[in-house]
């Protein structure tokens, strides 16, 4: 293997690499570094974030380009605004001893007027995301008609993100004759055309599955109800005590309500989501990265160019809906050199994708059960003893000797260590003692008791006839009643009515739901049935005894009037809902243990 000199790198950037402590050039820059010294050729380069791939550009552009000259020679197209000031602060950091470089950042959400400023002082490298530099460009804020070197940034994320126009446009305005280096960790068929149409005769490298990263990262299934997501995603990080984690989510919604379920018990999170305004996003980020937050829950358009090395586990909530998407989750983890772990909690339907995912990274998942409750426990205590053993003793506690010595004069060092213990497993083995199991096998079977004396089973009075299937009565379900995916099942819709099950804990919210909403003009009657629905099919109804009566015995005047003065459609409930303060919290044991937050 190279050192960083026989790649044939300058004193200056040498010196600045000693100053970072890389000891080594990672694969990616031992493949792409001599090529882009020695000749002046278009490159196309498969390899995932955190495998040095900004030094694989960035110090071959730092070494070709006149720092004597005010004219922009190179400019790099990444697809985040946190990925284009995580590239430009490498950058400067790599070019440290270069007198005279200026890079800058050119992205959306900050003021133009500044970003112009800055590039007319003469700015020999822009660091750009596609949207504003198209912007600065049609404004004539920027001349990149002289540019030696483009880098086209982990060019999938951008295609995906639908930059593909802006791109092509700011590449018409760039010389014929530079040279282009596309990075890209996955290459579909759009960043193969890209490749086809800007860039003449590449040279290829992959630093895919064998590089040093990937290899770094094991990959984990746990298959569960999928009903039962939330709570086998709170045994993972009971299970792991150091987590340091990102989870994904498919939706901004899922990834707030996920977020606010883990803080509401306890658990040291955070929510990134597009809804958020820069700031609240640049504020969490910030708690991440001081390790504030343990576990950040995002999506993946939010997660991108999250540059955190020392991610412990990436989980994935849901799967993506492109597999493809799988690369990048995982690839946040196993940085730098790291170990790392990507967790995927499945449901039975979606077993078969990560048969798929396996087959593009090419490595195969472990199938692990979800800790049980007494395993958890284990692990805590474990944990516990470990960070006490651990400890250094801090003497200010000395003054106070004498009285905690007094108070266990006659507790033997056994009892001591059972009492000190039980301050904090107490709090667990209450929660978890007596938990289900929550693993399923690939046939479906529950590992632990049946789930069917949990579930209740509703008859609701529309069906078919009202433009329903099973799909969109659930969504519409989900949508009204502010649940999860996966907390309405067993949808079975027939001509005029149809049925479902929630889980018995929500069955009470689901009934009060109902209990006077109209939609479409229509009331919407919901009430529970004997029938489980196991098998496909109704079974038969019973009407929902409230206030100790019959609904359907209350008389129909009492009805009507109490009907009429509480009408309300879904908008209307929905905007008395934000404005009325914040819900009780459950006391439902799955909100508890709570975890002692990091300070
Ligand atoms: P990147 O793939 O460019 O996002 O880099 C991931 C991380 O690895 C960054 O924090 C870099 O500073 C670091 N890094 C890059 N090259 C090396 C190297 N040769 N040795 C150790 N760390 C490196």
Not at 195 to 200: D, H, L, P, Q
Not at 477 to 490: C, H, M, N
Request: proline share 3%.
């Amino acid at each position: 293997m190279s050192t960083f000199q026989e790649l044939g790198l300058n004193t200056d950037l040498i010196n600045a690499i000693n100053d970072l402590g890389f000891t080594q050039p990672s694969e990616v820059q031992q493949k792409a570094i001599p090529v882009l010294l020695e000749e002046e050729r278009d490159l196309v380069a498969l390899a995932q974030t955190g495998t040095g791939k900004t030094a694989a550009f960035g110090f071959p552009m730092l070494q070709k380009i006149d720092i004597n000259s005010r004219t922009t020679q190179g400019l790099i197209l990444s697809p985040t605004r946190e990925l284009c000031l995580q590239i430009t602060n490498e950058l400067k950091l790599y070019g440290k001893y270069c007198n005279g470089l200026n890079v800058v950042a050119i992205y959306g959400g900050a003021s133009i007027t500044e970003q112009a400023k800055q590039v007319k002082r003469g700015a020999q490298i822009i660091v750009a995301t596609p949207g504003r530099m198209k912007d600065m460009i049609s404004r004539k804020l920027v001349d990149i008609s002289k540019i030696q070197y483009s880098v086209l940034d982990e060019a999938d994320e951008m295609l995906n993100m639908g930059f593909y126009e802006d791109i092509t446009d700011i590449l018409s305005h760039t010389p014929m004759d530079k040279s282009t280096w596309l990075f890209s960790a996955t290459m579909p068929r759009e960043v193969a055309s890209i490749a086809k149409k800007f860039m003449y005769d590449p040279i290829e490298i992959t630093v895919g599955n064998k590089n040093e990263s990937t290899s770094q990262v094991s990959h984990e299934y746990y298959l569960v109800n999928g009903r039962d997501r939330y709570l086998a995603l709170k045994r993972l990080a009971d299970a792991n005590p150091d987590i340091f984690s990102v989870i994904f989510c498919r939706t901004k919604r899922d990834t707030q309500r996920v977020a606010e379920k883990l803080v509401e018990d306890g658990y040291s999170a955070g929510a990134l989501h597009g809804d958020l305004s820069q700031n609240q996003r640049d504020l969490v980020m910030k708690s991440f990265r001081n390790k504030q937050i343990q576990m950040l829950v995002a999506t993946d358009v939010a997660a991108r160019g999250i540059d955190v090395d020392d991610i412990t586990h990436v989980i994935n909530y849901q799967l993506p809906d492109e597999i493809e998407t799988y690369t990048h989750r995982s690839g946040r983890t196993g940085r730098a050199g790291k170990t790392g772990v990507s967790m995927v909690i499945v449901a039975k339907s979606e077993v078969r994708k990560i048969k798929s995912i396996e087959r593009i990274i090419k490595k195969e998942f472990q199938k692990k059960d979800i800790p049980s409750g007494m395993e958890i426990c284990e692990v805590q205590l474990m944990s516990l003893a470990n960070k006490v053993h651990n400890t250094e003793v801090s003497h200010e506690i000395d003054t106070y000797l004498n009285s905690i010595n007094a108070l266990f004069e006659d507790t033997d060092k056994d009892e001591l260590i059972k009492k000190f213990f039980s301050v904090e497993f107490t709090r667990f083995f209450n929660y978890y003692k007596g938990a289900k199991d929550l693993a399923v096998t690939e046939s479906g079977d529950s590992g632990g008791k049946s789930r069917s004396g949990d579930e209740t089973r509703y008859f609701i009075n529309v069906g078919r006839k009202d433009g329903y299937d099973w799909m969109k009565l659930k969504d519409f379900l989900k949508e009204i009643l502010e649940l999860g995916r996966d907390d309405v099942f067993k949808v079975d819709v027939k001509d005029s009515f149809s049925f479902f099950n929630t889980e018995k804990a929500i069955e009470e919210k689901v009934l009060s739901f109902f209990t006077d909403f109209k939609h479409n003009g229509r009331f919407v009657n919901v009430e529970i049935t004997e029938n489980k629905g196991g098998k496909r099919g109704g079974g038969k109804r019973r009407d929902r005894k409230r206030d100790g009566r019959r609904r359907d015995d209350k008389p129909r005047g009492e009805r009507r009037s109490r009907r009429s003065n509480t009408l309300e459609s879904k908008g209307d409930r929905r905007g008395r809902r934000s404005d009325s303060p914040k819900p009780r919290r459950s006391k439902s044991p799955s909100d508890r243990p709570r975890r002692s937050r990091r300070r």
